[in-house]
């Protein structure tokens, strides 16, 4: 992941409610001595997501579940070999992010205000 190109500059309308104002990432990196996430936003904080806790907090069927069907976090917490290890990132629309993970996984699609609440979770 050190030769992971940048990601492209964020679009002015990807903003965020919070507090009554808008608040949206400016920029995003992986801190691979810290194995996370690093969040930039508009608001002049700045957040570190551990990938273990972005991986859990994966907001997909497969992860998280449905009502007729347990997810794989809901009945396992453990992480697998791959399951913490985020291959890359990309934007999803003016709104959230793809993460892909090194086993495979790529599904989950991270809302700027989940990301926003993962990250002040992990302060």
Same mark, same amino acid.
């Given at each position: 992941?050190?030769?992971? /190109?940048? !990601? /492209?500059?964020?679009? $002015? @309308? &990807?903003?965020? &409610?919070?507090?009554?104002? =808008?608040?949206?990432?400016?920029? #995003? @990196?992986? *801190? %691979?001595?810290?194995?996370?996430?690093?969040?930039?936003?508009? *608001?002049?904080?700045?957040?570190? +997501? /551990? #990938?273990?806790?972005?991986?859990?907090?994966?907001?997909? $069927?497969?992860?998280?579940? %449905?009502?007729?069907?347990?997810?794989? #976090?809901?009945?396992?917490?453990?992480?697998? /070999?791959?399951? *913490? %290890?985020?291959?890359? +990132?990309? !934007?999803?629309?003016?709104?959230?992010?793809?993460?892909?993970?090194? =086993?495979?996984?790529?599904?989950? +699609?991270?809302?700027?205000?989940?990301?926003? %609440?993962?990250?002040?979770?992990?302060?």
């Amino acid at each position: 992941m050190s030769d992971t /190109p940048a !990601l /492209p500059a964020m679009p $002015a @309308d &990807a903003t965020i &409610a919070k507090a009554g104002a =808008d608040v949206r990432p400016t920029r #995003f @990196d992986y *801190d %691979e001595q810290h194995r996370s996430l690093l969040i930039e936003w508009s *608001d002049g904080a700045s957040h570190h +997501i /551990p #990938f273990a806790v972005l991986r859990r907090a994966c907001p997909c $069927a497969t992860c998280k579940g %449905e009502p007729w069907y347990r997810g794989r #976090f809901t009945s396992d917490s453990m992480l697998r /070999p791959g399951e *913490d %290890e985020l291959a890359d +990132i990309s !934007l999803v629309g003016a709104y959230a992010l793809n993460a892909v993970w090194a =086993d495979g996984h790529n599904t989950g +699609i991270y809302t700027y205000e989940r990301l926003r %609440e993962l990250g002040s979770a992990s302060a």
